[in-house]
């Protein structure tokens, strides 16, 4: 129950989606009691206040009687007295009673409500009550707590705990189903219209009915957390709301969202949201009463009030009200918990509201893909409020895109990144801070009308929002960057400048729902595609670390925690030199260690990836472990082990376990590492290994060991070859007709090899027809590196070794020697060679469309060369 009209409206917006199913809770539990073996609670349990109800009157040194006609808030249909028609005392049970008012009364029906108020008031316990429901079309009966003192203001801020309510029970609809479902909810969080609840319905086993019998409802209330039980089955628990903090102490996110508080800083005057234990550390009151009607019964089952339900009167009868103190603890309500197991799961534990905070700006700069062909699981397409649901399509010249219908039924449609409409169990609500991006940064999009709305008026809008709805810009989508308005059957780009909704008054910080849509109530008809949507800076470059590629990171070196083993280097035949892991008898996990005074003790911050960037590893299983029922896991630490991920390997593979002696590769994203605890500030653990104590015998090895940004590559570096040749290039042979080859080189693993004859040529790296490498987003710190051994030097002793590049067609191009670029080239021995970006552009290169890269003895002198490269990339150093 509710004491404001604040249900009125959470309701009125909500009712008709929910149908015939009570929108008292969030969820609709069915319990198996064959499962369960419900336990009684346990002897620290005092009981200090009761009423029994054995007399023949209505204690008033217990209840106080509320005498009004307000509706109670919910356009209830009642006025509550204190007639003793309405709520009376009879043999052992307090009965009260919903009766048909006199004609021309301020309401049609009268009843009871009483409370406890200043004579029942407690913080903390057991509150139990034994009670025999009312029924029919339009009853609503509750047992429920209010603030006796409001300390966090008007309602709901200083909270309201619903131990039990329950409408219109044994109502039959059309279709047969019975009502018999009870409810448990907390109100909490920011004034109407803003206020927050968070609950869960409940069916009584064997299709018994609440109204039928007395049934035992009851919570367990103690700090920072309240249980529900119906017959001293728990069927649901709600915790406060538990912060996430990164190793610098900032709040990143919430371990537990629950419930929270609004209320003013003492200290600074400020009003903020407390996420900790208020508003239910405070002492409540008891609250009794039958309600007839309002929003709640009346827009539910068969709708609005059966008369004939209450001719004869409806009668809500309990039986007792008893209220326990926890002896253990009475000042937190701890160590009497009547729990079970599982009581915490997904099935029990109830989420609640609190805002997710919106993580501390890093100050470096991130990219975020919502939707590149693949749905990103923390941002789903979306469809407010028509009741479709967005569908991945084929396009004949995308691959797969969401495709967007809006029928009869107003609505926007778009992408959104808050948890009540992510579905998907590998996602999470994640605000995107964009404030570091601002300056070069914008949300795009590619969009094609399939169908346009059948109103001629209606006009095309792009709109986003942050925090929750806190601020918002809408435009129309012809005032992007392009300034065009929609074509129908046309792919076009959208972009919309950060800098210019910051102008218009978005808080860039949390941005969490994009939406394109025809205007409201004019999309009747219309049908759009939508791909390619980000929030990004396109010239941005993100940080890497590498763990191991073909050699060992000195300060990640490889481990072995508890096994008295050393990994090692070892070659591998097909990628070169990796790491090698081998588990005895002893327990033990393996990997790379950053932490000193193995490492360098200077953890990876990996903050800026968080939205794109991913861990990345290749394994192979040697042998595989002794114990055919080995588990094979991953775990990632950080800031000395205060917080971990630990999971399947599998979870990385799309499922697949490893397979003994082939080459895997294994891709975790932060954002999941994160969500499942991780603080990605600090990382410095990296480990793989069979379950513990299950791994004698496992041999295994490992490369290509890292934690980037998989898809910065595609704006700001270009990997050539890395074990093998980028499948947009060739490795190639201009005019002495080899074929060019990889081949295994005992130090580097694969290597590209170049072969010269008798006729003159160039050899390098051509890529394929319309392709080309736009560098200018790393001119000032880039350079085109690689490694080059020469296995055989040419005939001619004096051939000069040359470096050459060239855009597209040859447009432009630069020749120097390759001792510019490093030492000059030794028989037998791999080197290093760097040309930075901006000398080859001081020196004439156009550096957007770069399509050729060479190594080569000067031409007409290289016959019988044989000589190698490996790492060759153009890159952000």
Not at 450 to 474: C, H, I, Y
Request: a negative charge; charged letters at 20%.
């Amino acid at each position: 129950m509710t004491t404001t009209t604040i249900r009125l409206k959470q309701l009125s917006a909500a009712l008709f989606v929910c149908g015939l199913v009570s929108c008292g809770g969030d969820v609709n539990t069915n319990s198996d009691f064959t499962a369960v073996d419900p336990t009684a609670p346990v002897s620290d349990w005092e009981l200090v206040w009761s009423d029994e109800f054995e007399g023949n009157s209505i204690d008033s040194r217990k209840w106080t009687f509320e005498v009004d006609c307000r509706g109670g808030g919910n356009n209830e249909q009642q006025c509550y007295t204190d007639s003793s028609e309405n709520a009376f005392v009879s043999d052992g049970t307090l009965k009260i009673v919903a009766l048909p008012a006199e004609e021309g009364a301020a309401k049609p029906y009268t009843s009871a409500r009483l409370n406890t108020k200043y004579q029942g008031d407690w913080t903390y316990g057991r509150i139990e009550v034994r009670a025999k429901m009312p029924s029919g079309q339009g009853s609503w009966p509750a047992i429920w707590m209010l603030p006796t003192d409001n300390v966090y203001g008007g309602w709901p801020k200083s909270g309201e705990i619903d131990i039990v309510e329950a409408v219109n029970l044994k109502t039959v609809d059309s279709e047969g189903n019975v009502e018999a479902q009870v409810h448990g909810t907390l109100h909490y969080g920011r004034d109407w219209p803003n206020n927050e609840s968070s609950g869960k319905a409940y069916t009584l086993p064997n299709d018994m009915n609440p109204a039928d019998d007395f049934h035992t409802y009851a919570i367990e209330w103690q700090e920072g957390e309240i249980r529900w039980y119906v017959d001293d089955y728990l069927y649901q628990t709600q915790m406060a709301s538990e912060v996430r903090t990164n190793s610098r102490d900032e709040v990143i996110g919430l371990r537990h969202r629950g419930w929270f508080a609004e209320y003013f800083n003492q200290i600074t005057g400020d009003l903020e949201i407390q996420y900790n234990n208020a508003p239910f550390d405070q002492r409540f009151h008891l609250l009794l009463n039958l309600a007839v009607g309002g929003n709640w019964p009346e827009n539910v089952n068969n709708l609005g009030i059966d008369a004939e339900a209450f001719v004869d009167g409806q009668v809500f009868e309990i039986d007792y009200v008893r209220v326990y103190e926890c002896a253990s603890n009475p000042l937190t309500g701890k160590g009497c918990e009547t729990v079970r197991a599982g009581y915490k799961d997904a099935e029990t534990l109830v989420e609640g509201k609190a805002p997710i905070p919106s993580p501390p700006s890093t100050g470096v700069p991130q990219n975020l893909t919502i939707f590149a062909g693949t749905p990103n699981p923390n941002w789903p397409a979306w469809d407010c409020c028509g009741g479709s649901t967005p569908q991945l399509v084929e396009d004949a010249d995308r691959g797969n895109v969401y495709e967007f219908v809006v029928g009869p039924a107003p609505t926007v449609n778009g992408f959104v990144s808050r948890s009540e409409f992510i579905d998907d169990p590998e996602g999470s609500a994640s605000p995107f801070d964009a404030s570091p991006i601002i300056d070069n940064g914008s949300i795009s999009f590619d969009l094609k009308i399939v169908s346009a709305p059948r109103n001629p008026d209606s006009t095309w809008l792009f709109k986003v929002e942050s925090n929750e709805g806190s601020t918002e810009v809408e435009l129309p989508l012809a005032e992007g960057m392009n300034g065009e308005a929609p074509t129908i059957g046309v792919w076009q780009t959208y972009t919309f400048p950060l800098q210019m909704l910051a102008d218009a008054g978005l808080d860039l910080s949390a941005i969490d729902v994009i939406m394109i849509f025809p205007a409201w109530d004019t999309g009747d008809g219309a049908v759009y595609l939508m791909d390619q949507v980000q929030i990004a800076d396109p010239e941005q470059s993100f940080p890497e670390l590498v763990i191991f590629d073909n050699a060992q990171n000195l300060d990640w070196p490889m481990w072995d925690c508890c096994g008295g083993s050393v990994p090692i280097e070892v070659m591998d035949d097909e990628q070169g030199i990796v790491a090698e892991f081998a588990i005895g008898a002893e327990p033990t996990v393996m990997g790379f260690n950053n932490r000193s005074p193995l490492g360098s003790g200077v953890p990876f911050d990996a903050s800026a990836l968080l939205s794109e960037g991913v861990v990345q590893f290749d394994l192979k299983v040697v042998d595989a472990p002794a114990n055919p029922d080995s588990t094979w896991l991953f775990k990632i630490e950080a800031d000395n082990a205060s917080s971990d991920a630990e999971l399947p390997l599998s979870a990385g593979n799309a499922g697949q376990d490893p397979v003994t002696g082939q080459w895997q590769t294994y891709t975790f994203s932060l954002q999941s590492l994160s969500d499942a605890g991780l603080d990605i500030s600090a990382i410095d653990v990296l480990m793989v290994f069979p379950a513990w104590d299950t791994g004698n015998g496992a041999v295994y090895r490992m490369n290509n060991v890292r934690i980037y940004n998989p898809n910065a590559g595609d704006s700001s570096n270009l990997i050539l070859f890395s074990n093998d040749v980028n499948a947009d290039w060739t490795i190639w042979d201009c005019c002495g007709g080899s074929t060019p080859t990889v081949e295994m080189d005992d130090d580097k693993g694969p290597a590209a090899q170049f072969v010269i004859g008798s006729q003159p040529t160039v050899m390098g790296f051509l890529a394929n027809e319309d392709v080309s490498f736009d560098a200018t987003a790393i001119l000032s710190n880039g350079a085109v590196s690689f490694d080059m051994k020469i296995v055989d030097m040419p005939n001619n002793p004096d051939a000069a070794w040359l470096f050459k590049i060239e855009s597209v067609e040859a447009s432009t191009e630069v020749e120097l020697p390759l001792a510019a670029g490093g030492d000059a080239p030794v028989a037998g021995e791999w080197q290093h060679y760097s040309f930075s970006l901006q000398s080859l552009f001081d020196a004439g290169l156009d550096i957007s469309a770069i399509n050729v890269i060479m190594v080569f003895p000067a031409w007409g002198d290289g016959e019988g060369a044989v000589y190698r490269m490996a790492n060759v990339e153009i890159s952000n150093n």
